[in-house]
């Protein structure tokens, strides 16, 4: 079988070895297939819908429905983004923009040296792939299954970082703040991180 | 006294009044035909079909010809600016025209005078209603024409071809009906149905006229001139705003007309179903509107449904259908009519009426095992040819399924 896995190419095949088959040319239906025909939509008039009343009604996507984007935080609060443009890079539709910066002791947003300082993406040309996902180091950004994204102007449509971060959850401090003390970044990667200390809270 | 003496006798404000009512009961019509027909076809394809605007969506039709009158109104560069404004109107006046000599109820009282729901009687009535339709024709081929513009003129001559080749088939599907009734007046077919319905007597008659009615108003399966994938529009491609509401309007106001007429000539028109008679002196005569009315919306459903299930013909199998099967089948079947009837009135015995037709069902079922065996003779002769090409053959696109590799020789390299 394993020869048989990559297709041929056209110049491959001779005429000689393509299997002539006699198209079936079918029984005639009849008067009565006609009407069968004419049966089946008469009969859906009074059978139950398949559509959703949508704006009423918003049935669930697929559960890995590719929707806008999300920019992930650590368990205590510091963002994942590390600025490393990675996810710009992948995107074929050049939807993303992406400007890093350092972190500095007064300002640690993520852990490590750097933090996404600008993120963009435009939504007029991202065409939901999923490269720039499968691109993230980090796990910063992945997608969420919203889809509901129609606005009246091209500015709108371009989401700043603030419209793509992930709200602040139970145990999460709002960044910039100091790492989880006697952690690295590794011990965030390897999910040693579980919540926010209360040293970390320097307001 | 006949509806033709009755009508006679109204006064000029008993007709007014009737020709104000029979104009906004096309219009009130049309707009509930409209959301009906889309409600409908809506359900046969598994979705609710407009359901927004007012309770289950009932005034949508009215939104949509607010928002078409709101519309910007263009006129193209390389129009014939008169004939481009003229043609709508044309469509849209001729439209309502028919409308005058179709009887929708029988012997009413309208404002303590008795009279009967029919603007006019015509000696020729059913040829009024023909010449009328014809004279739309000219509303969609200048449309077509004046729009300067490539596909309005492709769609303006396939609408106006089809209707054209159509109206000789309904034509001569009425043909019948006339030898039957004795006449041409709309009232006097209606009164000579009062026992038998021409939808049974003459039945090859109606099914002519039902396709040919179809044809004759451009609608789906035979809507090939406003092929919307192909001709984009078809002739009303350059009309926008009221002018394009006015095609729009004469297309569906079209379809009420025939579908009237068809009640009109064989269905009974206003009369009541068979052994439903008592219900046509309900409401002072005015049930047999509610009848009339009724058989016009069964067409019109028909209508829906065959929009619902048919896809659409292709130009040439449509001619093919209406000059090659339509119009023979029609003129043969007169000529049987015209012999029964004469038969009959000439007062042959019942044997040989009974001996015609019998002969003539013969003959129909001999030529229809005539016609399968040449069928089968003819697929039997392609199906050799079929066998082995003697000409080079493209290649065919990859298929894996379809082919042979053969083990040996093949294989090895593309691993």
Request: net charge negative; charged share 15%; aromatic share 12%.
């Amino acid at each position: 079988m394993s020869e048989q896995l990559e297709p041929l190419k056209k110049s491959e095949i001779s005429v000689n070895d393509i299997a002539y088959t006699q198209m079936e040319t079918g029984e005639s239906v009849g008067l009565l297939g006609h009407l069968k025909g004419f049966w089946v939509p008469f009969s859906k008039i009074f059978k139950k819908t398949l559509t959703v009343e949508y704006p009423e009604v918003k049935a669930p996507t697929a559960e890995r429905f590719h929707g806008r984007h999300q920019l992930n935080r650590h368990p205590d609060g510091l963002e994942k983004c590390i600025g490393c443009e990675l996810c710009a890079w992948a995107c074929p539709a050049d939807a993303i923009y992406v400007e890093g910066a350092n972190n500095t002791p007064e300002n640690q947003m993520s852990p490590g040296e750097r933090y996404g300082k600008v993120y963009q993406i435009n939504y007029l040309r991202c065409v939901f792939c999923g490269l720039c996902i499968e691109a993230c180091p980090t796990r910063a950004l992945t997608m969420t299954n919203e889809y509901e994204l129609a606005d009246e102007s091209r500015e709108k449509l371009i989401f700043e970082k603030e419209d793509l971060l992930a709200p602040l959850r139970q145990g999460m401090l709002m960044p910039p703040h100091p790492m989880y003390p006697d952690m690295d970044d590794s011990n965030y990667y390897k999910g040693d991180v579980k919540q926010s200390h209360p040293s970390q809270d320097v307001k | 006294m006949t509806t033709a003496e009755l009508i006679a006798a109204d006064s000029g404000a008993t007709i007014v009044i009737k020709a104000l009512l029979v104009f906004v009961f096309c219009v009130l019509l049309t707009l509930m035909s409209v959301w009906g027909e889309r409600r409908l076809v809506g359900r046969m394809q598994e979705r609710p079909g407009p359901n927004r605007v007012g309770p289950f969506g009932l005034i949508q039709a009215l939104a949509d010809g607010v928002k078409l009158a709101l519309k910007e109104d263009l006129i193209p560069a390389a129009a014939d600016k008169v004939v481009f404004v003229l043609a709508p109107i044309i469509s849209a006046t001729t439209c309502f025209l028919s409308f005058a000599v179709i009887p929708i109820t029988g012997e009413v009282s309208l404002f303590g005078k008795t009279t009967a729901m029919q603007l006019t009687d015509l000696p020729v009535g059913v040829l009024y209603v023909l010449a009328i339709a014809s004279v739309g024709v000219y509303g969609i081929v200048l449309a077509g024409w004046s729009s300067g513009s490539t596909y309005p003129l492709l769609g303006g001559l396939r609408s106006s071809a089809q209707v054209i080749s159509y109206e000789v088939a309904m034509g001569l599907s009425l043909v019948a009906v006339f030898i039957y009734a004795g006449s041409m007046s709309t009232s006097d077919i209606v009164a000579a149905q009062s026992t038998w319905w021409y939808g049974v007597v003459l039945f090859p008659s109606f099914a002519i006229y039902a396709i040919s009615m179809v044809g004759e108003t451009n609608r789906a399966p035979f809507d090939l001139a406003e092929a919307e994938g192909e001709l984009v529009g078809g002739f009303h491609t350059e009309y926008s705003s009221l002018k394009f509401a006015l095609f729009f309007l004469a297309e569906y106001v079209n379809i009420i007309a025939v579908s009237a007429l068809a009640t009109t000539l064989f269905l009974g028109g206003y009369h009541a179903p068979p052994g439903l008679g008592f219900t046509e002196s309900w409401l002072g005569g005015w049930f047999t509107g509610i009848w009339f009315f009724a058989k016009v919306l069964t067409f019109f459903f028909v209508f829906v449904w065959l929009r619902g299930t048919l896809p659409r013909l292709r130009y040439d199998q449509f001619m093919q259908f209406g000059w090659k099967i339509l119009i023979p089948v029609s003129i043969l079947w007169i000529l049987v009519v015209a012999t029964l009837r004469t038969l009959s009135l000439e007062g042959a015995p019942r044997i040989v009426v009974v001996g015609f037709a019998s002969f003539v069902v013969l003959l129909v079922m001999a030529a229809n095992i005539g016609f399968e065996n040449a069928k089968k003779k003819k697929l039997a002769s392609i199906e050799v040819e079929a066998s082995e090409p003697s000409f080079a053959v493209p290649t065919v696109p990859m298929n894996v399924s379809n082919i042979n590799v053969s083990q040996g020789s093949k294989g090895g390299d593309h691993v």
